[in-house]
């Protein structure tokens, strides 16, 4: 399984996409519609201190794939600065769902605090997914970005999840030895940060 796990590609973001939006349908960044995923991806594969990987079943389809970046305040700030490539994928996105536009707002201002807290030698896990939980490929998946994570010397991997109605994710992390930091609120949402301390660094 591990010899199926490789760098995603820009080829590779239309499955990626399809992919997230099954895995998380109904979530924010779901509900903006495909144009944004994949827009969105491609500028991840752009960040230089991207972390990206997809695994491949035996046929070579993509069936997970594991996204997230080093220096998350730095990956938002040039996310901010090529707002201009969201644009036409948002305009989408709103014509179909009006209803969204509160909450573009109030993420727009939740992305513009980052740099508040210095997390340059952190490393975001920004989604992970896979087609089936069979075989433990999200372990697989998860365990190969822990490991390029540290291969760029991050002092830590951290990610949000809702604290809610999600015992079958907070048992996932919390089974990779991942330990609750903290609390976020976005919007009506209870978010928990989870945090994984590289063992290297002291």
């Known amino acids: 399984m591990k010899k199926s796990i490789k760098p995603m590609t820009p080829s590779d973001v239309k499955y990626v996409v399809k ?12 509900l ?10 491609q500028r991840i594969l752009k960040f230089s201190e991207s972390i990206a990987i997809v695994s491949l079943d ?18 938002y700030k040039e996310f901010k600065i090529n707002w201009y490539s969201f644009l036409l994928p948002l305009i989408k996105g709103l014509v179909k769902k009006p209803y969204l536009i509160l909450s573009i707002i109030l993420n727009f201002f939740r992305v513009s605090k980052y740099g508040r807290v210095d ?28 490991e390029n994570s540290w291969q760029k ?28 930091t903290g609390l976020e609120k976005r919007n009506n949402r209870t978010m928990i940060i989870y945090t994984l301390k590289n063992p290297k660094i002291k």
């Open 153 to 180: 010397e991050a002092y830590e991997v951290f990610l949000t999840t809702d604290k809610d109605d999600n015992e079958k994710v907070i048992n996932f992390y919390e089974s990779h030895f991942f330990k609750k």
């Open 19 to 30: 992919l997230h939006q099954k895995a998380f349908r109904g979530f924010f960044l779901e």
């Open 119 to 146: 997390r340059k030698n952190s490393v975001e896990l920004s989604s992970i997914a896979v087609k089936s939980s069979k075989k433990g490929l999200g372990s697989i998946l998860l365990q190969k970005f822990i």
């Open 32 to 41: 903006l519609g495909k144009e944004f995923l994949k827009a969105y991806y």
């Open 58 to 75: 035996e046929k070579g389809k993509i069936n997970g794939f594991a996204v997230g970046f080093k220096n998350p305040d730095l990956f």
